[in-house]
Every structure is written in C-alpha cells, then in structure tokens.
C-alpha cells in the first residue's frame, strides 16, 4: 500500500495562484495512478485532476482545466497540482488519491474505500 500526506494548502486571493504537494511513501510509486479530489464545504469530494503511472496521460474536470496542473515526479515521489486564476468556488479541502488505474481512479461511481487517501489540506480562496 501507499501512505500520502499533502501539503501546501493555505489562503489566497481570487485570482491568486497555490500549489499542492503530496509526498508518497511505501509501496512503489509508479504502481500507481494518482489524482486530486476536491471536497467543497458541504459537498460531494470529486476528481479534478489526474495523472497516469508516468505522467504521459492527464486527465482534469472542465471547472479546473486550463487554471491547474497536475504533475507527478517518480524519482521524488511527489505529486504535484499547480493552481492558477483561483476562484472562491475552489475553496474546500483538497486531497490526493491513489489508485493502480487511472480510469477507476476517475470514476465517481467507484467506493471511496476503493483508493488511497491523504488527510487533506485546507484551501480557501477569498473574493
């Protein structure tokens, strides 16, 4: 299995930029496929962003995409989400994930139960 513990959360202006980390300890990281969840207050967590096993397929919700950057660097065993243009409606905890396969990693009819789980970073994005 894989322990993941994010960093990097904080206050920003709308408009504003933050970036994410998540650093990986354990099983061998590029096993998995990892992702960005974000839970808004009162509200469903949801995959944002994604990142295949090497990096070579991405994947990010049409809310975040051209505004964030999901980056992985399997030598460090860090993740990475880049966040630009921050809007108030990207306020919320932040999590990373990790899933042997991508597409299961994406899909919000899978189990939570079914992944990896950080503890979560508190973004919060002031108008």
């Known amino acids: 299995q894989v322990q993941l513990v994010e960093s990097g959360g904080g206050l920003a202006q709308a408009g504003g930029s933050l970036r994410l980390s998540c650093a990986a300890s354990g099983r061998a990281f590029t096993t998995y496929a990892l992702g960005w969840f974000h839970q808004a207050p009162g509200k469903e967590r949801e995959c944002i962003a994604a990142i295949t096993r090497r990096g070579g397929t991405t994947y990010y919700l049409r809310s975040v995409k051209g505004r964030f950057t999901i980056s992985r660097d399997n030598v460090k065993n860090m993740l990475y989400l880049q966040m630009n243009s921050l809007r108030p409606e990207d306020t919320g905890v932040y999590y990373c994930?990790?899933?042997?396969?991508?597409?299961?990693?994406?899909?919000?009819?899978?189990?939570?139960?079914?992944?990896?789980w950080g503890q979560g970073t508190q973004v919060t994005v002031s108008s």
């Open positions: 994930a990790a899933h042997s396969d991508l597409d299961t990693l994406v899909d919000p009819e899978v189990s939570s139960n079914s992944l990896y």
